[in-house]
C-alpha cells in the first residue's frame, strides 16, 4: 500500500513486527459479534487483523491519504474509514448502529494524552480499550500517589477504569523507529467506578485545579474551588499537595464541590 514518507507531525511510526502484532491481536481477541474503532489505522497492520476477527470497524484516521489508500488494500464491507481528527470525533454517533464499541489503537504519540482524556469523556460507550503509547506515558496513567509522575491522567483514568500494562515494545518494531520504548496497555471502563463520581465536570475541575499547581498546597491550589474548611469537612488535609492524595480523596473532594454548587459559573 501507499508506501510514502511517513509523516512525522502525524506521529507516524507503523508497526511492521508480526510477533508484536500477533501479541497484540492475542489480547485483544476480537470475536465476530464484537464492533471496534480504531483510532490511527496508518496502513492498516492491525486493522486486518482486527477485521478478520470481528463484525465492524470504524478506522478515525486524520491523514486524508492514508484514510483513502486503505479501503483500497483491505477491501472488507466490515470496515468504515473516517477521514477526520480522533480528537474531534464524536464516537457517540457510532452508537446506534454499532451497540458496545470496543477500541483499539497505536496512539500517535504526539497527542496521546488528549486523546486520551477525549477518549475517557466516551468511556461509558466502550467494553474495552487497548491503546498503544510510549512507556513514559503508561507509566504516568498506572502511577499511584506519592511521585512525582503521578498527576491528573493517573486520577481521571484510575476514577474511570481498571488498567492493565500488558507488554512493552522496542523502537525497532515500527518504521520509522520513535525515540522512546513503547508499552501496550488496556483499560476497562467501569460502571462501579463511574458511579462514585457524582458530577464529573467538578470533579474534573478540582483535579485539573490541584494538578494544575501541584507544588502548593490543596488549600491554596483549590482556592477558587473548596477553602480549606471545606476539604478538612471530607477528612482530607488541605496543607497536603495534589500528588499526595488518592484517587478516593480526589472523588470525596470532586463530589463535595459538585454538592455546594462551587462549580456552578463554570457550567
Ligand atoms: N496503526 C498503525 C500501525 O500500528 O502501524 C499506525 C500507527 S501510527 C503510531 C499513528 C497513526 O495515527 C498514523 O496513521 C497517523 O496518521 C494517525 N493519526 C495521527 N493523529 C491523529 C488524529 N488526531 N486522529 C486520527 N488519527 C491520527
Avoid at 486486518?48 to 478515525?60: D, F, K, N
Avoid at 496521546?112 to 466502550?126: A, C
Avoid at 480549606?228 to 488535609?237: K, L, P, R
Avoid at 499526595?244 to 473532594?253: G, K, S, W, Y
Wanted: net charge positive.
Amino acid at each position: 500500500m501507499n508506501e510514502r514518507r511517513p509523516r512525522k507531525h502525524f506521529g507516524q511510526h507503523f508497526l511492521h513486527d508480526r510477533n508484536i502484532l500477533n501479541k497484540i491481536i492475542a489480547a485483544i481477541r476480537p470475536e465476530a459479534d464484537q464492533h471496534f474503532v480504531e483510532i490511527g489505522p496508518g496502513r492498516g497492520a492491525m486493522t486486518g487483523p482486527l477485521l478478520e476477527g470481528c463484525a465492524t470497524l470504524h478506522a478515525v484516521e486524520i491523514d486524508r491519504d492514508l484514510a483513502a489508500a486503505l479501503p483500497e488494500h483491505i477491501t472488507s464491507p466490515k470496515l468504515t474509514v473516517h477521514a477526520v481528527d480522533a480528537l474531534r470525533f464524536d464516537f457517540a454517533t457510532l452508537r446506534p448502529d454499532a451497540g458496545r464499541l470496543r477500541l483499539a489503537g497505536n496512539l500517535p504519540y504526539n497527542v496521546s494524552t488528549p486523546l486520551l482524556f477525549h477518549i475517557l469523556g466516551y468511556d461509558e460507550l466502550f467494553d474495552d480499550i487497548h491503546v498503544m503509547l510510549q512507556k513514559e506515558v503508561a507509566q504516568r496513567i498506572v502511577a499511584g500517589p506519592g511521585g512525582r509522575i503521578y498527576g491528573r491522567l493517573s486520577v481521571a483514568i484510575a476514577a474511570r477504569c481498571d488498567v492493565e500494562t500488558l507488554f512493552h515494545i522496542r523502537p525497532g518494531s515500527f518504521t520509522p523507529p520513535p525515540r522512546v520504548d513503547s508499552s501496550f496497555i488496556r483499560l476497562r471502563p467501569s460502571a462501579a467506578k463511574r458511579a462514585r463520581i457524582e458530577d464529573p465536570r467538578a470533579f474534573d475541575l478540582v483535579v485539573t485545579s490541584a494538578f494544575g499547581q501541584r507544588r502548593k498546597k490543596l488549600g491554596n491550589a483549590l482556592g477558587n474551588v473548596l477553602d480549606a474548611a471545606q476539604i478538612e469537612s471530607v477528612g482530607v488535609d488541605p496543607g497536603l499537595r495534589a500528588e499526595q492524595l488518592t484517587v478516593e480523596q480526589f472523588i470525596a473532594l470532586g463530589n463535595l464541590a459538585g454538592s455546594i454548587g462551587t462549580t456552578a459559573g463554570l457550567r
